[in-house]
């Protein structure tokens, strides 16, 4: 029989603690392999949107699906669908713009081109608060975002759902998890909108929804894609 002192079993209990804190702190937290987020959208400042546009944009959704290295986006506004697709690994990805006139346009982006996308998040950072809330059946914590040319978002993430990826999309970087309401402001009418989500769920997506479409799209470079924005405004 081997005696074991008392300050052996005080270092030992001291380990077993730690060991249980270290084992305990992430639990309940999830790699979001695979899933989707359906969010809502609220229009809850105006600016220069006429009524049909904000009927429009409160009847729509936006739509983030994972799938491993690969992650979605699609705005549905109208008939109008905005669909982006990153490939977090290899960093390039792929945009659509389907419009209601049939006006469909695809844009490959490399990894020059997602950069650029990404600029006005440069020197974006989180400011963490002590409020949460329950949105979709999960605990949400509370963070504003602040960007370089001074605009701030609310965002309210879980800490339950951890991105496969943290590189998935530039608006969220360094947030320990995933957004499930969020803040977007649209700067040309002066208006902002919440995304609330209000459903998330978890398991197979297909793999057709990251594919690149063989048919129906013009296919246009970044550069073209900038130029259309442009004259858009």
Aim: net charge positive.
């Amino acid at each position: 029989m081997y005696l074991i002192s008392n300050n052996k079993r005080i270092k030992i209990t001291l380990i077993a603690i730690t060991l249980l804190f270290i084992s305990s702190s992430g639990f309940g937290q999830q790699k979001l392999t695979e899933g989707k987020i359906i969010y809502s959208i609220e229009v809850n400042k105006a600016g220069g949107l006429t009524s049909q546009a904000i009927n429009a944009m409160e009847a729509g959704k936006l739509i983030f699906n994972f799938k491993n290295r690969f992650f979605r986006s699609s705005l549905n506004i109208g008939s109008t669908q905005h669909i982006n697709i990153h490939d977090s690994k290899n960093h390039s990805g792929l945009s659509l713009i389907k419009a209601g006139n049939g006006k469909n346009y695809l844009i490959k982006m490399d990894r020059n081109a997602l950069q650029q996308e990404a600029q006005k998040y440069e020197g974006m950072h989180y400011d963490l608060e002590n409020t949460t809330k329950k949105i979709a059946g999960y605990t949400c914590h509370k963070a504003i975002g602040s960007l370089k040319n001074g605009k701030k978002f609310v965002v309210f993430y879980t800490k339950s759902l951890q991105p496969l990826y943290a590189n998935y999309d530039p608006r969220f970087k360094g947030l320990e998890g995933l957004p499930l309401e969020f803040q977007f402001n649209i700067n040309k009418a002066n208006a902002q909108l919440t995304l609330t989500a209000t459903e998330v769920k978890q398991g197979f997506q297909p793999s057709a929804l990251f594919n690149t479409p063989t048919s129906g799209y013009r296919e246009l470079t970044y550069n073209q894609l900038k130029s259309l924005r442009k004259n858009r405004q």
